[in-house]
């Protein structure tokens, strides 16, 4: 009997430790999380989706900002900027009335045609396509044999053909990547779709219809909040919003985008908040293009008066906080937070004010196992609240 009832309460043990380990420790030691509004504003940007710099998600995540920036009494201003980015806004190629998944190359224009879909034979070298009658015709072209997907290209274009599409030398898909635009709609299906058009259309005559849309530039939009008429802060507190393809960006950075949100409300009423802008920074996964676009429009006497640029990055996991400080900040952190670290670890918007003589301060928390994969959707709402509360302390103390 008391063999049999331990047995009962090691499997209540184990219950209730599998239930603490995929809720989070957190839900444990602070069981009013769903209140937490750091915790909040994190799960509400990874309700969202992907993030992508360009797309309708990160607009929607500028306007949640927006909105809760003007809630705690700032005013906000959109800053945007262009940058070269493809995106592939459907593309789709029917065969025969079957429609077969496919995907644009990047670089390949638009376009919307019909045609012959002719086989070329081997890799498509300029006699493979004499081989054949490519006049107003798409080409169906196999990936490899030691030519670029641009010789192809121009070999098809030369041959006279109007569409083309590559057949992987894989089983699955690939996005296939132009060096140069492509002066007619390119596409890649997956060596098992590929394979199969291949013979039949050896054997008869298939009609395709190829559609190819993408855009060939991002619109990006960088949130600015102040409090009215700070025209010249002291002060940038700043963390980037957008994520990478196909993954929430839970850690990667809703986490230091809650932050951020965090200390300008706790700060809203405050003196400190006249010396400072608070910047939601987009674009910085295609190459800090948020900062880079701010740091170029902002002037050099602007960039001159200001005392740093403090930047979060993925402070929503792991225990140890560590702060990467340059020029005069790296003294004033060490005054009041101890280990403060010069390791120039991971490419963020700090570094776009580095290069303009700007003193940084770097909140992060090292390597993610979930880093730039569907898994990152976890944060934990300590680590959010205790970045919040030592970032504070070393605001009060730079502002003083
Ligand atoms: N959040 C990362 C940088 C990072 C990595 C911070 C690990 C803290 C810990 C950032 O979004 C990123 O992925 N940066 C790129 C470079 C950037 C210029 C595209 C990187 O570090 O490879
Ligand atoms: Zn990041």
Do not use: C
């Not at 043990?13 to 030691?29: D, E, K, Q, R, V």
């Not at 080409?139 to 109007?162: C, H, S, W, Y």
């Not at 005392?307 to 560590?322: A, E, P, Y």
Request: charged share 20%.
């Amino acid at each position: 009997m008391a063999f049999r009832l331990n047995r009962v309460l090691l499997n209540i043990g184990m219950a209730i430790l599998t239930i603490a380990l995929s809720l989070g420790w957190a839900s444990l030691t602070h069981p009013n999380f769903a209140a937490d509004p750091l915790y909040a504003d994190a799960q509400t940007l990874v309700s969202f989706g992907a993030r992508v710099a360009g797309s309708p998600n990160v607009e929607r995540a500028s306007e949640f900002l927006i909105n809760e920036y003007r809630k705690a009494g700032y005013q906000v201003e959109v800053q945007t900027f262009n940058y070269p980015k493809f995106f592939d806004l459907g593309s789709k190629l029917i065969v025969n009335q079957t429609s077969i998944e496919a995907l644009a190359m990047v670089r390949s224009i638009s376009g919307n045609l019909s045609g012959k879909l002719v086989a070329v034979p081997n890799f498509g070298k300029p006699e493979d396509f004499q081989a054949v009658n490519m006049k107003g015709a798409i080409a169906l072209v196999k990936r490899g044999g030691g030519l670029q997907f641009n010789q192809k290209i121009d070999n098809a274009v030369a041959a006279g053909a109007i569409g083309i599409v590559i057949v992987n030398n894989q089983p699955e898909n690939v996005r296939g990547m132009l060096m140069e635009a492509s002066p007619i709609p390119a596409i890649a299906i997956s060596g098992k779709d590929g394979d199969s058009l291949f013979e039949q259309a050896q054997k008869t005559e298939l009609r395709a219809t190829l559609t190819v849309q993408t855009r060939p530039d991002a619109i990006g939009r960088n949130v600015i909040a102040h409090l009215p008429n700070v025209k010249q802060p002291k002060l940038i507190i700043g963390g980037h919003y957008d994520s990478v393809e196909n993954s929430p960006g839970a850690n990667d950075n809703a986490s230091g985008t809650a932050v951020l949100l965090g200390l300008a409300r706790q700060l809203a009423k405050s003196p400190e908040a006249q010396q400072i802008w608070f910047m939601a920074f987009d674009g910085e996964e295609d190459g800090l293009k948020g900062s880079e676009a701010f740091v170029n429009q902002a002037g050099s006497k602007f960039l001159a008066n200001l005392k740093g640029m403090i930047n979060f990055d993925m402070v929503g996991v792991n225990s140890r906080l560590l702060i990467d400080g340059s020029g005069a900040l790296s003294a004033i952190a060490k005054s009041t937070s101890g280990d403060v670290r010069s390791s120039r670890f991971g490419g963020s918007d700090h570094i776009s004010f580095g290069m303009r003589e700007v003193p940084t301060l770097f909140f992060f928390r090292g390597k993610d196992p979930n880093y730039h994969s569907p898994g990152d959707k976890i944060v934990d709402p300590r680590l959010l609240r205790e970045t919040q509360q030592k970032a504070y302390k070393i605001v009060s103390q730079l502002l003083k």
